[in-house]
């Protein structure tokens, strides 16, 4: 059985920064690719980042370029992503999600360059984090 468990969520002053950790199980860790979309309420599914496994490159939506940090540990099964000068606008629910095929990569790496919703690309993702910041 494939689980992904999200954690490090939490209230968050504007301009602060938090740590979002992800442990995957049921899969060969290193042959996925990995990422983070966000759902605010009443808004749809944002993908805002991801590990390629096609080339090993991370790929950011433009409204957390130069802000947020994804990093995979193969190793570990780990996926963190570091968020930083965190904005009201970022309140929402954080998923990490994978996907094996290169098709399914390349679709995920579209949808977060993109900004748009990746459902169609990844096959698993958690129940999700909580991030709330505080103007």
């Known amino acids: 059985e494939v689980q992904l468990v999200e954690s490090g969520g939490g209230l968050v002053q504007a301009e602060g920064s938090l740590r979002l950790s992800c442990v995957a199980s049921?899969?060969?860790?290193?042959?996925?690719?990995i990422g983070w979309f966000r759902q605010a309420p009443g808004k749809e599914r944002e993908a805002i980042s991801c590990?390629?496994?096609?080339?090993?490159?991370?790929y950011y939506s433009n409204s957390v370029k130069g802000r947020f940090t994804i990093s995979k540990d193969n190793a570990k099964n780990m996926v963190y992503l570091q968020l930083s000068s965190l904005e009201p606008e970022d309140t929402a629910v954080y998923y990490c999600?994978?996907?094996?095929?290169?098709?399914?990569?390349?679709?995920?790496?579209?949808?977060?360059?993109?900004?748009?919703?990746?459902?169609?690309?990844?096959?698993?993702w958690g129940q999700g984090t909580q991030v709330t910041v505080s103007s």
């Open positions: 999600a994978a996907a094996l095929s290169p098709r399914r990569t390349s679709l995920a790496v579209i949808k977060t360059s993109l900004g748009a919703d990746p459902s169609s690309a990844y096959e698993y």
């Open positions: 590990v390629s496994n096609n080339d090993g490159k991370a």
């Open positions: 049921g899969i060969t860790f290193g042959d996925w690719t």
